[in-house]
């Protein structure tokens, strides 16, 4: 069963945000400040972006600036708008405005979010602990042989009474440790399973963002962006039965 949820008011800022993807609907041909392409070039040249639809982007660039994108004509345009450090942009609902008065370009920018909240319940079969029982383990270690080898060679000495330095060739030998199999067992907490019937609840956020292009308070054109996520969660569960 599909159920509404309220939205809550929380807002981000506008620079945190990844690229927004969309498109946007230009009405009349729009005269612009666009980024210089071209290599060791930088600053802006006028660009005219012709009335008609395009898949374009909304791209922060830094905490001052944010890019829209687009192609014109098979070329690439980026249109950045200078905004005021902290400026923030609902995440659900909500508006804000950007003025060509700040922003360096001609035209102002409104933006609208509105978000659709769904959710839906189903059951689901899990499996679950439905207790501890002690066991008795046993682990049975294999036996181990270890030796070491000690080469032959020379062994000297002095000599406390006389003072005399005296040596005598030492032989090779081998010392090896044996340690038999061993069995260790230990009583153990193993925890027997069963299941239970859950009840979970998946929630899906649609966020929409429109934003509109104004000149002299006139819609010039308005770019949109949508996304969607889902969230699981658990509501409801019965006791877990062997």
């Known amino acids: 069963m599909k159920k509404f949820l309220p939205l809550i008011a929380f807002s981000f800022l506008l620079v945190?945000?990844?690229?927004?993807?969309?498109?946007?609907?230009?009405?009349?041909?729009l005269t612009v400040k666009a980024k210089k392409t071209g290599?060791?070039?930088?600053?802006?040249?006028?660009?005219?972006?012709?009335a008609a639809s395009y898949e374009a982007s909304l791209n922060p660039t830094s905490?001052?600036?944010?890019?829209?994108?687009?192609?014109?004509n098979g070329k690439d345009v980026k249109i950045p708008f200078k905004i005021a450090e902290g400026t923030k942009i609902p995440e659900f609902e909500g508006q804000v405005d950007v003025l060509s008065s700040e922003s360096g370009q001609n035209?102002?920018?409104?933006?609208?979010?509105?978000?659709?909240?769904?959710?839906?319940?189903?059951?689901?079969?899990?499996t679950c602990v439905a207790g501890y029982i002690p066991v008795r383990r046993c682990i049975?270690?294999?036996?181990?042989?270890?030796?070491e080898t000690r080469p032959a060679g020379e062994e000297c000495h002095v000599d406390r009474r006389t003072?005399?330095?005296?040596?005598?060739?030492?032989?090779?030998?081998?010392?090896?440790?044996?340690?038999?199999?061993?069995?260790?067992?230990?009583?153990?907490?193993e925890a027997?399973?069963?299941?239970?019937?859950?009840?979970?609840?998946?929630?899906?956020t649609v966020k929409h963002l429109v934003v509109?292009?104004?000149?002299?308070?006139?819609?010039?054109?308005?770019?949109?962006?949508?996304?969607s996520s889902n969230y699981t969660s658990t509501v409801n569960s019965s006791m877990c039965v062997r």
């Open 16 to 29: 945190a945000c990844d690229e927004m993807k969309g498109t946007i609907s230009v009405k009349e041909e």
């Open 39 to 50: 290599l060791f070039q930088s600053g802006t040249k006028e660009v005219k972006i012709p």
């Open 63 to 72: 905490k001052t600036s944010i890019n829209l994108e687009l192609k014109v």
């Open 107 to 126: 035209y102002d920018l409104h933006a609208d979010v509105k978000s659709d909240v769904s959710s839906y319940d189903f059951d689901t079969t899990e």
């Open 140 to 147: 049975t270690h294999p036996s181990t042989s270890h030796c």
């Open 163 to 189: 003072g005399v330095r005296e040596c005598r060739q030492v032989p090779e030998t081998r010392n090896c440790v044996s340690r038999p199999s061993y069995t260790e067992c230990n009583m153990i907490d």
């Open 192 to 204: 027997v399973y069963g299941s239970q019937r859950v009840t979970k609840r998946t929630t899906t």
């Open 212 to 227: 509109d292009v104004t000149a002299a308070g006139a819609q010039v054109a308005q770019f949109n962006h949508s996304n």
